[in-house]
């Protein structure tokens, strides 16, 4: 059978840092070709151990991709396209900040084989948007997503955030009404979270943040009203039309191959887990001056029969359709509802999961605190797990 492969593409840069955001990126940053010039030394590296795999899903991901000079990231979709064998039905998604888009340049990403853009809105209320400093309004917004559609874009993905400072379930409920007005085919919703780090932890006593109830009627209400206007959820935070789930993110979920190139971007590649250290400079330097031995992984390690098994059911728990308990016997000859006989019992009577048409999954209120209970399912270390949920997030 043709092996298959994601790729994600790691572009570190902003134009302004989000208060609240921790995800590896510089604002202050001119060399952009000694950049691209080594994103695509590392593709080459990368060409020959993948000659073999169909590159099937693509993620230009950071960051913000748009920040890059247009004719930079031309470049990086040629090298993609030199480099591995990219499928005739691949996925193509770029993030797109709505600030730094514009008709000519979306029309050449179009062109050049992108296919799905996932814009970072989070709310329709500028207040809202002032206060995660945000850099663009709702009505900028809209512009960019019209200027999307106008360039061919009709595979578009919106986020959105609840639990913002200030935010109600009325507000969020405004913002859900008027980016389903938009119809794109897919959105994602995260719940804000404050990250040691960021100027959101070093002031999160001032901030006027939802409470936890208010968080929990917030998701649950999102759910409902995008189910009802014809989203579905398949994953805690990503719902889709129909046919239109993210086909790249699907593969982090259903433990399935992928490849990042890039500062920072994770892998799980050939049963390894690996991943480059978060610094512009030191990657350039690592792949310009191949014989200074410069280190630029920061974690690598082979994934144990015993790890891949929890591996999966943290992730595969993450999807509304959860663990098939036919597929995990298969795959792992194990039964699952036996190994965590006492844990399920607790979470199905607590209204946390339930259990149908063989499959254990998450009901909402269990999606919410998701985070929690997956821990009880684990047998390895927490600081893996932790890792491989950075490594889904970035
Ligand atoms: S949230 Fe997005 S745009 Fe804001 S700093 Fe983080 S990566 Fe950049």
């Given at each position: 059978m043709e092996k298959r492969l994601g790729l994600y593409i790691h572009i570190?840069?902003?134009?302004?840092?989000?208060?609240?955001?921790?995800?590896?990126?510089?604002?202050?940053?001119?060399?952009?070709?000694?950049?691209?010039?080594t994103?695509?030394?590392?593709?080459?590296?990368?060409?020959a151990q993948t000659k073999d795999y169909i590159v099937d899903t693509v993620f230009i991901g950071g960051g913000t991709p748009t920040v890059l000079p247009v004719k930079r990231m031309l470049e990086i979709i040629d090298g993609i396209y030199r480099n591995f064998n990219i499928s005739s039905d691949v996925e193509f998604t770029m993030e797109a900040n709505p600030a730094t888009v514009n008709l000519k340049m979306?029309?050449?990403y179009r062109k050049?084989?992108?296919n799905r853009l996932s814009f970072?809105?989070?709310?329709?209320?500028?207040?809202?948007?002032?206060?995660?400093?945000?850099?663009h309004t709702f009505d900028e917004f809209v512009d960019s997503y019209e200027m999307a559609r106008a360039a061919g874009f009709e595979n578009i993905n919106v986020d959105i955030m609840y639990g913002i400072p200030g935010q109600t379930r009325h507000s969020l409920g405004y913002t859900l009404e008027q980016v389903c007005d938009l119809e794109p085919k897919h959105i994602s919703l995260y719940g804000l979270k404050i990250e040691e780090g960021t100027p959101f932890y070093n002031k999160r006593k001032k901030l006027e943040l939802p409470d936890e109830d208010t968080e929990y009627e917030m998701y649950k209400y999102a759910i409902d009203y995008l189910a009802f206007r014809g989203y579905w959820q398949?994953?805690?935070?990503?719902?889709?039309?129909?046919?239109?789930?993210?086909r790249h993110n699907l593969k982090y979920w259903d433990c399935q191959e992928y490849l990042g190139i890039g500062p920072a971007a994770h892998s799980y590649f050939n049963d390894r887990r690996f991943s480059y250290k978060r610094s512009v400079d030191m990657f350039m330097d690592a792949?310009?001056?191949?014989?200074?031995?410069?280190?630029?992984?920061?974690?690598?390690?082979?994934?144990?029969?015993?790890?891949?098994?929890?591996e999966y059911i943290m992730l595969r728990l993450r999807l509304t359709e959860g663990i098939d308990v036919n597929e995990f016997k298969e795959k792992f000859g194990k039964d699952f509802g036996a190994m965590f006989e006492k844990e399920l019992k607790l979470y199905i009577d607590n209204g946390f999961m339930e259990f149908k048409n063989g499959h254990y999954s998450f009901t909402p209120k269990g999606m919410y605190v998701s985070n929690y209970i997956l821990s009880s399912f684990l047998s390895f270390d927490s600081?893996?797990?932790?890792?491989?949920a950075n490594g889904l997030d970035k």
């Open positions: 570190p840069f902003c134009e302004h840092k989000c208060d609240y955001c921790d995800f590896y990126s510089l604002t202050k940053f001119d060399d952009y070709v000694r950049f691209v010039d994103m695509l030394l590392q593709m080459e590296d990368y060409a979306l029309k050449k050049a084989g992108v970072g809105l989070q709310s329709a209320i500028d207040t809202e948007l002032e206060s995660l400093s945000r850099i398949y994953e805690i935070s990503n719902f889709s039309t129909d046919g239109y789930k993210c792949l310009e001056y191949v014989d200074a031995g410069i280190d630029i992984i920061e974690e690598d390690y082979t994934v144990t029969a015993e790890e891949r098994v929890d600081d893996i797990a932790k890792n491989i």
